[in-house]
């Protein structure tokens, strides 16, 4: 027996250890643990929890607890290792003796189990190959041990005792035939316990109870014609031979639903009225023709559209009467077209949204699958089939062979991604003294489509997609002007005694590269500051014998800040040579004012632009870094070395470094697609699934948006519906008499239709109809007779009740109030003799609420007007016209008769209800402003260009009433109408009449300049008309 405290020490060191022996070496229960709990194995530390007790083993030393081994020793081969998960704990009977109570994650842990792996060997950019390509030595683990939790068994908690079953029946006979009792699961098994006990719900059969029955008339077969009483019939023709209208009776009784006898006064309770016992007969009469029975129809030979047939014969005289041989009035075959199961089929409905195979990628082990979980490619859409009979009744699909759906491929476009192009080369400094920035760019490639991730926002500055930013700071010193020395001054002006005066003197200037040992190399011009140059000419003087030499101009001395024009700065020369006598030397120093930008300035310190965030080595998104560069600017805006900032002292108080974020982007991650869930309809055409799908990571940053389909649909496959429909009344049949109060039946038929309120149905066979319950229009009590009417000459009568109205809401500016809909129908009052008018009903009304109304709007509509009249009617918004609705006060006049009316010959009442003239005419009015007459006006022809006689224009009178003689269509005519509907002229005839007045004064005016006689011009010289003939002699070079 090993002590608990010896637990920790315990070693594995068998001759020829198992497997999961050579990998549980010097394993503890606390490694065990610390492996499960995620700790690393490359370097662990146990510690010892247990205390040495007095008598107990000592506990082992530290360096006992801590186990270290190296990793990743191998060198980095084409060939490596690749591990699968570990697979299940299962139980290890080797090692049962580790059998404890110990607790792991707070449950305890019954027994030490084995786990294994699957290794493989893995060539890179290959997947697997033979083990024996990868080194032995560095062959991962392939067993572990585990601790498995001790079992747990399933606790269900005792039965519940059994429901009650019903004392009596329900309403309509339905009754509940069982009783049931349950159990709860209290503890789920768990570790390999016992299961959870398969039933956990119990019903089983009530004792009879009750039976609770509906009642039904049954209705038997008529039984023979019976001759109607000698007074009833003595006046109607053959009174004497015993043939004639007569009677057929009938036996009804009342049964249960199960088709059990029942009292009569059960159905007359619950049933209705008792049905009809007797009809009216025919008993045929020696002049009648008198026929066999039909005989049975003739087989069928299976063909659709085939024809059965059935006879019968005249027997008796009948033979050898020429009326009972009219085949058209007694036809004595009678043809029926054969039953026939013809199926077609035809879709019905819209598509499906386009939906991608199911199914799950395997990801087999040594091989990488890269981006999301498949959501493009090619997928399938649906279309449901609907399947019709012969008679054009809908039926299952499977008569048509079909599965239901019209299958047709699709494709969901796979999204494409921004692609950007490779970062450019940083471009130069931005200043070539001082501190400035760099950028670099990348360059849009290819757009997104199909919601790929977006690019970038664009950088409107360079139009480059995405830029990046550093500050940099270029030498003031980097480049210089570099100057030889001036060359001997040349005299320009020479004296011809002496060489000496004025003259020039030039030296060679070049821009050079400065380095620690000074200028190396020349560069371009450019490079250096091109304010700075200096000059590489200048004046100079050669002293003559006499005169006095001085020295070079020192260099200027500094100005003081700051440069407000008060101080000035010097520069000196010393005299080398003193002049002969008479003549002196000029100034040794010369001075000149500061001039602030001139020749004095200030400095001031300034920032570059913030850098772009600079993030670590390899990262791509997260926190960084943003910069920015001190920059010394002198008060021209001159960026200048730091240095003259420094000497100054100046403060510095801006921020070089800040923090910032790079947002990462994360693409849109959506859940599984759902279930399809249940069909909207049981039955019908219009029934559809849906599977939804929710968004587990909104997108962030540049990551790829989510799609816009969150959910699809699928039409369910096509299903008939059925439903017990009442059939047409019969006719109105009084008992013994004309006319008066009788009884009309009618039947229940069982119907099939397609799901739709539009669709009335067909009728088919009852045992569609098995399974459904008898309830029409939410009744199970079924009305299949009732009292009638049938009018009397003169008498006043209802006709049926109309179909219910459309549900109408109470409405304000299209708004619904709240109050719910109205839906109305009624009965109207047949008047045969108006004088029984007073003893007629009034017409019946009857109202139902509703809730399934909408709002309307109601306007007034009118057709054209012909004549004095039109139409008028009231339109509501769905285009139904429809009497009341629209306002009174607002409808339109039907009606613009004028008042008196217009009796003159080509007049006619305007739109004003006044009266006018016709196109041709003119008004002419009265003193109290009705027309008085209509006069004919002039009519002036334009001929068109198509007009042979265009350069002619004529005016002339016609009669407007007459057809011109113009038919061609070459002109147009206008008809001027230059009085007003009061008689006076218009407007437009006095701007007529005033222009017309100065065309002539203009006509006049020309005529008068035209036959004045001209002066005489005056005679010029001869040499001015030389020139004249010159331009004309032909000469080429004029």
Known sequence: MVPANMLLSIKYKPQKPSALQQQSKRTTFKQIKEHHLGRKKKNHTGTSSERDFTGGIQCPNSSALQETRSCNEHSCTVYHWQTGPWGQCIEDTSVSAFNSSASWNGEATCSVGMQTRKVICVRVNVGQVGPKKCPE?????????????????????PFSDWTLCPSSCQEGGVTVKKQSRHRVIIQLPANGGRECPDS?????????????????????????????????????????????????????????????????????????????????????CQDDCQFTNWSKFSSC?????????????????????????????????????????????????????????????????????????????????????????????????????????????????????????????????????????????????????????????????????????????????????????????????????????????????????????GPSDTVE????????????????????????????????????????????????????????????????????????????????????????????????????????????????????????????????????????????????????????????????????????????????????????????????????CYRWQYSQWFACKVEDAQCGEGTRVRNISCVVFDGSIEDVGKVVDEEFCGEIEPIIDGNKKMILEETCTVPCPGDCYLREWSEWSLCQLTCVNGEDLGFGGIQVRSRAVIIQELENQHLCPEQALETRPCNDGQCYEYKWMASPWKGSSRTVWCQRSDGLNVTGGCLVMRQPDADRSCNPPCSQPHAYCSETRTCSCEEGYTEVMSSDGTLEQCTLIPVVVIPTMEDKKGDVKTSRAVNPTQPSSNQSGRGRTWFLQPFGPDGRLKTWVYGVAAGAFVLLIFIVSMIYLACKKPKKPQRRQNNRLKPLTLAYDGDADM
């Open 301 to 517: 030979n299976g063909d659709c559209g085939g024809v059965r047939t059935r006879k019968r014969t005249l027997v008796g005289k009948s033979k050898k009467r020429d009326k009972c041989k009219n085949s058209q009035l007694y036809p004595l075959i009678e043809n029926q077209f054969c039953p026939c199961d013809k199926y077609s089929a035809q879709p019905v409905g819209n598509w499906s949204d386009c939906i991608l195979p199911e199914g799950k990628l395997e990801v087999l082990l040594g091989m990488k699958v890269q981006g999301d979980a498949k959501e493009c490619g090619q997928g399938y859409r649906y279309q449901a089939m609907a399947c019709y009979d012969q008679n054009n009744r809908l039926v299952e699909t499977s008569r048509c062979n079909s599965h239901g759906y019209i299958e047709e491929a699709c494709i969901i476009p796979c999204p494409s991604d921004c692609k950007l192009s490779e970062w450019s080369n940083w471009s130069r400094c931005s200043k070539s003294c001082g501190s400035g920035v760099k950028v670099r760019s990348k360059w849009l490639r290819e757009k997104p489509y199909n919601g790929g991730r977006p690019c970038p926002k664009l950088d409107h500055v360079n139009q480059a997609q995405v830029y990046e930013v550093v500050p940099c700071h270029s030498d003031c010193s980097q480049y210089v002007w570099v100057t030889e020395p001036w060359s001997v001054c040349k005299v320009t002006n020479v004296d011809l005694k002496e060489n000496c005066g004025e003259g020039v003197q030039t030296r060679k200037v070049r821009c050079m590269l400065n380095t620690v040992d």
């Open 200 to 284: 956990l719900f119990e019903e089983k059969e009530c004792e009879v109870s009750p039976v609770c029955y509906s009642y039904r008339w049954k209705t038997h077969k008529w039984r023979r014609c019976q001759l109607v009483p000698w007074y009833v019939r003595q006046d109607s023709p053959g009174a004497h031979e015993t043939c004639g209208p007569g009677l057929q009776a009938r036996a009804i009784t009342c049964r249960r639903q199960d088709g059990g006898q029942a009292d009569i006064s059960e159905c007359l309770k619950y049933s209705g009225p008792l049905p009809s016992l007797t009809q009216t007969c025919q008993i045929p």
């Open 525 to 720: 011009d450019y490079l250096c500051d091109p304010e700075e140059m200096p000059l590489g000419a200048r004046k100079c003087t050669l002293p003559c014998p006499e005169d006095c030499v001085m020295s070079e101009w020192g260099s200027w001395s500094r100005c003081s800040l700051p440069c407000n024009g008060s101080s000035v700065r010097e520069r000196s020369a010393e005299s080398l040579r003193q002049p002969d006598d008479g003549k002196s030397c000029p100034a040794a120093t010369e001075t000149e004012v500061c001039t602030l930008n001139k020749n004095c300035y200030h400095y001031d310190y300034n920032v570059t632009d913030w850098s772009t965030c600079q993030l670590s080595e390899k990262a791509v998104c997260g926190n960084g870094i943003k910069t920015r560069m001190l920059d010394c600017v002198r008060s021209d805006g001159k960026s200048v070395d730091l240095k003259y900032c420094e000497e100054l002292g100046l403060e510095k108080t801006w921020q070089m470094n800040m923090s910032c974020v790079v947002e990462c982007p994360v693409n849109c991650q959506l859940s599984d697609w759902s279930p399809w869930s249940e069909c909207s309809q049981t039955c019908g055409l219009t029934g559809k699934m849906i599977r939804r799908r929710t968004i587990n990571q909104p997108f962030q940053g540049d990551g790829r948006p989510c799609p816009s389909q969150m959910e699809q649909f699928k039409p369910c496959p096509v299903k008939p």
């Open 137 to 157: 030595s560095l062959r991962p683990e392939t067993v572990r041990p585990c601790l498995l939790p001790c079992r747990k068994d399933c606790i269900v908690t």
